[in-house]
């Protein structure tokens, strides 16, 4: 792997205008990487996907050098009936920024490289984001100002590529009483990739993010995504993970609360089939007075199915006050399916309401019966039930548009 | 006045030593400290083997490091592995023949080891450093044909009971402190209840720490037979000492048809003064197997004691309709640091859990809660309920919980809960308010968050616990 690694990472080298000292920097992150390769079962935050087995079994000598021929795109992808704007990625490559909507002082985009913005010791996967990505942008909410139209990030994958690795990278910082919408869509057509997105994003005062993250379509890609959002006073974050169409996937979400008063909320949900592996690791540092953090995380496990969450909450010692919630429920409706949960608390300041819960079971058998002695047949009963259960998840975003569209997606009835 | 009581309370009141001439293995681990092990204690070719075996996979395993309290490297060759009194070369008779100096000690420590000195008819077998000291009633349970004993004298009485049953539930291939264990264990209880007996008594283990540089590693095995029942109970306590000493303890249970064992702790050994120094490593590994039907296995833990905490009594429930329970308070003060939990691992069909799980910290200590729940494929309609309650007294102490839950069945269910919270002002107002000094306020509050776990606790040991609970928090409020 190692001499794979050297090789493309010279040609993403060749291939890119980087300057002396960018290339010194992402060796660096290189040298890290090859030191600790793609994590496994002995790290305790994969015990439940071991990534290292899942690439090995899955994608024959990975390639991490892609030759970045530009694509055309194709405006039937783009979501129908929602104004928005776009970031389109075809195979990792960024084709198309359009904010048309926007007005163009109250927003800048930076693509100048700044080491200062690469996320030290995370993980070996955020390290090797750093060393190969080629490409590095970052969108700049003014001050005082609010998007009128959410952003969509299209990230596709053609047919034409396989056994690559492809690695994102993007920044977003929220300036003070700023608001951002952004919506991660994810349309595949490959099969066998390794697909690593690092977003990062600063929240100033007051500023509010709301970040939804749609993986629906079905395909045979590796997927892992790492979020890490601080944030500044009286600032809020919203996140919304759809966990649904790859066969691997695992969503990251980290969160320091470094101001007073600041909230941040994930919610998230798996509705999972055929053979898929997912998972949604988050953790919520409460680092400051006041700060406020709410969890709710829901699966549906179909045949061969297996998913995972693990929660973390930290509460600084001088972050009293802290109100810290987290749930996690399961529906398993086969025998073949696995759900494992990793809820954890670490506390140092007492004056504190911190709790968790999870549960995980199979469909109330009285549920369906009521259901049934009014007329449904079991396949409505059941399906009425699991549309009630992640309904409520749903329910949680606070955006009614985005809302009516994730609702669509799924399927979902009111 | 009250301050001075306050102040006799909060001393650790076990921590004197007995000065008893002893017999020490040479100091260090090599196979030769133990064939002396086994050959002091007479011990047949079979268990020097299974030692041995247990020994030399000890060479190549590594300590496990995962734990959220990280203490200095223990020096396993600055350990003596074996330490007895001398008057116990030849194993006494009756009680007549004890060192007066033992007797003087388990009566400062309050074990009624004397017949006619017995509290409410429990038997009581007491363990000195490494060896057994005498076990009490012993007629009253060879009547029922129940065999409570060390297990030094019952590897010599009952070499095909031990034979089965030692490590049939923690094999010598499990992890560093078990088979170090396993290796060099010197003395511990042993019991067997036949079939159908109910135990008509409370067994009790005292165990004692009294020489320095010493590890204490028994090993406690008790069997119930088809349809028995047996309860268990469980102290320990240490002298003061500055430098920290080890204790490494295996317990098995088994559990065959319809049987149940309620075992039962109150753990209070030394730990460690105001500022963290000293106290004893308490590294023990405590399992039990529902082998059988309709079985049940239930742990009480009351955890005050100690530097550092590290134990995860496990139940394992293979047989159908087995059922393990956990009850568990931990306390921590000054630098005391715990983690702590169970782990319930579901193979039978229709099997039960049970969790209530109750941490208290205080001071600059540190808990930590860490659970299993595994149910497999195969056990279907099993069932889980856990809950775990974290009480954080002052913000220089941390409180964490850490479960595992895996359900990999469609028929089962589990249901976690945590919480983690303070004493609240108006709680303690209202107890101040009818008259209660902020200690006894802070005793009587934490004491009713307790409440579930006490109450499983057998009468004697609840009445110790609940004072122990008040004594551990002294000092921490206000």
């Known amino acids: 792997m190692?001499?794979?690694?050297?090789?493309?990472?010279?040609?993403i080298v060749d291939s890119s205008n980087f300057s002396e000292k960018e290339i010194i920097t992402k060796e660096k992150?290189?040298?890290?990487?090859?030191?600790?390769?793609?994590?496994?079962?002995?790290?305790?935050?994969?015990?439940?996907?071991?990534?290292?087995?899942?690439?090995?079994?899955?994608?024959?000598?990975?390639?991490?050098?892609?030759?970045?021929?530009?694509?055309?795109?194709?405006p039937k992808i783009y979501v129908d009936g929602l104004e928005h704007n776009k970031i389109v990625f075809i195979n990792g490559r960024i084709e198309k920024i359009d904010f048309k909507y926007e007005e163009s002082d109250k927003f800048e985009i930076k693509d100048q490289f700044d080491s200062k913005n690469l996320l030290n010791d995370v993980n070996s996967l955020v390290d090797l984001n750093s060393a190969l990505t080629n490409k590095y942008y970052k969108f700049q909410v003014k001050k005082h100002y609010t998007l009128k139209k959410p952003v969509i990030i299209y990230s596709l994958t053609t047919s034409k590529i396989s056994s690559k690795n492809?690695?994102?990278r993007l920044d977003f910082d929220l300036e003070s009483n700023s608001s951002l919408k952004i919506i991660d869509y994810s349309i595949d057509k490959s099969e066998n990739n390794f697909v690593n997105i690092v977003y990062n994003f600063n929240l100033e005062k007051d500023a509010i993010l709301?970040?939804?993250?749609?993986?629906?379509?079905?395909?045979?890609?590796?997927?892992?995504?790492?979020?890490?959002?601080?944030?500044?006073?009286?600032?809020?974050?919203?996140?919304?993970?759809?966990s649904l169409g790859s066969s691997f996937i695992k969503n990251e979400i980290n969160c320091n609360l470094n101001g007073k008063y600041s909230s941040a909320f994930v919610n998230g949900i798996f509705n999972l089939d055929n053979n898929k592996n997912h998972e949604i690791r988050t953790s919520i540092n409460h680092l400051n007075e006041n700060t406020k953090s709410y969890q709710l995380i829901k699966s549906v496990l179909g045949e061969n199915t297996k998913s995972a969450y693990q929660g973390k909450i930290f509460v600084k010692s001088n972050a009293q006050k802290t109100d810290g919630y987290q749930l996690s429920k399961a529906i398993l409706l086969s025998d073949n399916?696995?759900?494992?949960?990793?809820?954890?608390?670490?506390?140092?300041?007492?004056?504190?309401?911190c709790s968790h819960g999870s549960a995980s079971g199979s469909l109330n058998q009285d549920s369906i019966f009521y259901l049934m002695s009014r007329g449904l047949n079991y396949k409505e009963a059941k399906e009425l039930l699991i549309n009630g259960f992640l309904l409520d998840v749903v329910e949680k975003i606070t955006d009614n548009e985005i809302k009516n569209l994730i609702k669509n997606i799924m399927g979902l009835k009111e | 006045m009250r301050d001075k009581q306050v102040q006799d309370l909060k001393e650790y009141k076990y921590g004197f030593s007995t000065d008893i001439d002893t017999i020490k293995a040479p100091k260090g681990l090599s196979e030769d400290v133990i064939k002396f092990i086994s050959n002091i204690k007479k011990e047949p070719k079979w268990l020097l083997e299974w030692r041995l075996k247990a020994y030399n996979r000890l060479k190549v395993l590594k300590e496990p490091n995962w734990q959220k309290p990280k203490y200095p490297k223990i020096d396993y060759q600055d350990l003596y592995y074996y330490s007895a009194p001398k008057s116990f070369k030849e194993k006494p008779k009756n009680l007549d023949e004890l060192d007066p100096k033992l007797l003087e000690t388990y009566k400062k420590l309050g074990i009624p080891l004397q017949e006619q000195k017995r509290l409410n008819g429990i038997a009581v077998d007491a363990v000195f450093d490494s060896v057994s000291v005498a076990t009490t009633f012993k007629d009253t349970l060879t009547k029922q044909g129940i065999i409570f004993c060390s297990i030094s004298e019952a590897i010599q009485k009952h070499p095909e009971l031990v034979k089965k049953y030692l490590g049939s539930v923690i094999p010598i291939t499990d992890h560093y402190f078990a088979t170090l264990n396993s290796a060099v264990f010197t003395d511990g209880s042993f019991v067997y209840v036949p079939p159908g007996v109910k135990c008509p008594m409370e067994l009790s283990t005292y165990f004692r720490i009294n020489a320095s540089d010493t590890g204490q590693f028994e090993r406690t095995l008790i069997i119930a037979d088809k349809g028995s029942y047996v309860s268990y109970l469980e102290g320990c306590t240490a002298p003061m000492r500055d430098e920290n000493q080890l204790h490494a303890a295996n317990v098995e249970l088994v559990a065959l048809d319809d049987a149940e064992i309620k075992y039962s702790t109150v753990q209070n050994w030394y730990p460690g003064d105001k500022d963290g120094k000293g106290g004893i490593y308490n590294f023990v590994t405590k399992r039990g197997l529902c082998q059988g039907k309709n079985s049940k296995i239930s742990w009480t833990q009351v955890e005050t004691g100690s530097a550092i905490t590290w134990k995860y009594p496990s139940c394992i429930l293979k047989g159908d309709n087995s059922i393990g329970e956990f009850?568990?308070?931990?306390?921590?003060?000054?630098?005391?640091?715990a983690d702590t939990?169970?782990?319930?691992?579901?193979?039978?069909?229709?099997?039960?859990?049970?969790?209530?799980?109750?941490?208290?910290?205080?001071?600059?200590?540190?808990?930590?809660?860490?659970?299993?729940?595994?149910?497999?494929?195969?056990?279907?309609?099993?069932?889980?309920?856990?809950q775990c309650d974290s009480l954080?007294?002052?913000?220089?102490?941390?409180?964490?919980?850490?479960?595992?839950i895996k359900n990999k069945n469609s028929d089962s269910n589990i249901a976690h809960e945590a919480t983690t919270s303070k004493i609240s002002e108006d709680q303690l107002h209202y107890c101040q308010q009818r008259g209660l000094n902020t200690e006894d306020a802070v005793g009587l509050i934490v004491n009713g968050f307790c409440k579930e776990v006490l109450q499983q606790l057998p009468m004697e040991f609840a009445v110790e616990a609940q004072k122990l609970v008040g004594i551990s928090l002294e000092g921490s409020v206000g």
């Open chain 1, 210 to 242: 709301k970040n939804y993250k749609l993986d629906k379509e079905e395909n045979n890609n590796i997927k892992y995504s790492y979020n890490n959002i601080n944030l500044d006073t009286n600032s809020v974050a919203e996140n919304f993970v759809l």
């Open chain 2, 341 to 386: 939990g169970t782990k319930m691992i579901h193979i039978g069909k229709n099997t039960k859990s049970k969790i209530i799980s109750k941490g208290i910290s205080a001071g600059y200590s540190d808990m930590t809660y860490r659970g299993l729940v595994d149910i497999s494929k195969n056990a279907k309609n099993s069932n889980n309920y856990t």
């Open chain 2, 327 to 337: 009850y568990s308070i931990a306390i921590t003060n000054n630098h005391q640091k």
């Open chain 1, 337 to 353: 399916a696995e759900f494992n949960a990793k809820p954890e608390l670490e506390i140092y300041a007492d004056d504190v309401k």
């Open chain 1, 2 to 11: 190692e001499k794979q690694l050297r090789t493309d990472f010279k040609k």
């Open chain 1, 29 to 74: 992150y290189l040298n890290k990487f090859i030191q600790n390769g793609f994590p496994g079962k002995k790290n305790e935050d994969w015990k439940f996907l071991d990534l290292n087995q899942v690439i090995k079994s899955n994608i024959k000598n990975l390639d991490y050098f892609n030759e970045n021929l530009p694509n055309e795109v194709d």
């Open chain 2, 392 to 404: 954080l007294m002052g913000n220089k102490c941390g409180a964490h919980t850490v479960p595992y």
């Open chain 1, 166 to 168: 492809i690695n994102i």
